[in-house]
């Protein structure tokens, strides 16, 4: 029964974490360093994205490039989002950088975990334009070490 278990649970993180992975290239990305490896939590980074086909969907990712002295599991935040038609929305989203035991999501590469997670799947534009993303780290701390930086990576979506 625990060996059942175990293996359900396994595959179950294994499934949650290629959802949040791509191996795929991105069509566009964009990153911003943070300073001292800190994110002043009234910087809000702002992203913007050419949409030059819109016969195809599209989907965006948050990227966060941390290192081991992140305080925090998860990074709570706002997505704001406009587009050229002066449409806007926002959502509270939350991202989960590492479980209950500290153990971080994503690859380890030089001295930084990287881990992404989905900002829009299947985003339709119905035509083309630009779109811009602004992320607002809304953690209670002023300034959040350990992100070295952030980032959007937009991507051909896979369903039609």
Known sequence: MNKLLS??????????????TSN?????????????????????????????NADI????YLVAKVNR???VNTIPFV?????????ERAVKL???IMDKDHQFYGEFKD??????????????????GTIKLEVTNTTSKFNLEGVHSVGIEMYKSKKK
């Open 7 to 20: 293996i359900s649970l396994l595959f179950i993180t294994l499934l949650s974490l290629s959802s949040c």
């Open 24 to 52: 795929d290239k991105p069509l566009e990305y964009k990153y911003i360093t943070m300073e001292n490896d800190t994110w002043n939590r009234f910087f809000s980074p702002t992203f913007e994205f050419e949409i030059n």
């Open 94 to 96: 939350n991202f989960q």
């Open 69 to 71: 002295e992140l305080p």
């Open 111 to 128: 001295g930084y975990y990287i881990c992404k997670v989905p900002l829009r799947k299947n985003y339709f534009a119905h035509k083309k």
């Open 57 to 60: 969907k599209y989907d965006f």
């Open 79 to 87: 997505l704001a989002t406009s587009f050229d038609n002066g449409d």
